[in-house]
């Protein structure tokens, strides 16, 4: 049995479909990511898969469980990281966890063995009579990672929990996910940090316009860009005069202007450089900027989609 399975999900919002025949598979005790810029569908995905909202069309089960037939089962089998904070921010850390306790259940004992076990879990033995509202973003992110991890769900379902916190939190957060992987939780991680998914995941699917382009583990999906780096590069001259010379040179992939930033696909990344500053010259222009980036997760995306995994809706 599958930890989660999803076949042909379906969501629109008026005129906008978010998600359009998505499809996937999480294996139980593995961290499967779900990887694409904001408005891929990955949240509506997610939200769909918690029954906050109702899905058009397809299925979706949690460990067996249909969220359309078996709604309550499949809920009880998951512990959900939202997006967005879900806490009190006057009430500490403590009573937030136990507040979230009492929601899925737990009581006396019990409650308290888990508020402890999850505080000692998130590091914030030492800060749990503080209120939610002093701490960092950070601080917060990691609470309301407790908070879903308080009836020991065997999948953890996680939408973005790194977004716009520090480094040091965001190194915390990583290494919470790969320790309850450790522990044998089944985690879904949607995130657009290529590197992140790369770090996590034993499997990772790709997400555009609602629905999955590519699946499979790292080295599979890098090897489905033809192993291509990618030249980022500015020019003092507009980059529609020198396109055409460039676009002749053997061993060029893709090319692509956004908003006067060049973006080459290339075999050989050292045997192309030099050809293109030749190019350049001769067309009387001059190359200004250079970033070299070796053949990863934006590479497969920039493949299959022909624009850049950026965050933007």
């Known amino acids: 049995m599958n930890a989660i399975e999803v076949q042909d999900l379906h969501k629109s919002f008026g ?17 499967l990511s779900l990887l694409g810029p ?4 990955k949240s509506t995905t997610i939200s769909m898969l918690s029954g906050l909202i109702e899905p058009d069309g397809g299925r979706a089960e949690i460990l067996g469980h249909s969220i359309r037939t078996e709604p309550q089962a499949a809920k009880a089998c998951l512990g959900v990281v ?22 899925y259940g737990l009581r006396g004992a019990a409650l308290t063995a888990r508020v402890d076990a999850v505080l000692e879990t998130i590091g914030l033995n030492g800060r749990q009579r503080d209120r939610v509202g002093t701490y960092s973003g950070g601080m917060k992110r990691r609470v309301n ?4 991890l308080l009836h020991a769900p065997a999948v953890v379902i996680m939408d973005e929990p790194t977004v716009g916190i520090d480094p040091q939190s965001r190194r915390h957060i990583l290494d919470h996910v790969k320790a309850l992987n ?8 949607t995130t657009h940090y290529m590197e992140e998914a790369a770090e996590l995941s034993a499997h990772i699917a790709i997400m555009d316009q609602g629905r999955v382009i590519a699946y499979g583990t790292h080295a599979e999906l890098i090897a489905q860009s033809g192993g291509l780096a990618r030249i980022d590069l500015t020019l003092n001259i507009e980059a529609e005069r020198i396109l055409p010379a460039w676009r002749s040179l053997p061993g060029l992939s ?7 930033r060049v973006t080459a696909l290339v075999d050989d990344s050292n045997a ?23 053949p990863n997760l934006e590479s497969v995306f920039l493949k299959l989609t022909g624009k850049a995994l950026r965050d933007e809706a």
């Open 15 to 31: 005129k906008v479909q978010a998600v359009a025949g998505l499809s996937l598979v999480a294996r139980q005790g593995e961290v």
């Open 254 to 260: 893709h090319l692509d202007v956004v908003d006067g």
């Open 182 to 189: 450790q522990a044998g939780a089944t985690v879904l991680y």
């Open 272 to 294: 192309l450089l030099p050809r293109l500053f030749e190019l350049a010259t001769q067309a009387g222009a001059r190359i200004t900027t250079v970033d070299i980036r070796e």
């Open 38 to 41: 904001n408005g891929a569908g």
């Open 82 to 103: 939202p997006q967005d904070i879900a806490l009190y921010p006057d009430l500490t850390a403590r009573e937030n966890l136990i507040f979230w306790g009492k929601m």
């Open 145 to 148: 990672i407790g908070a879903a």
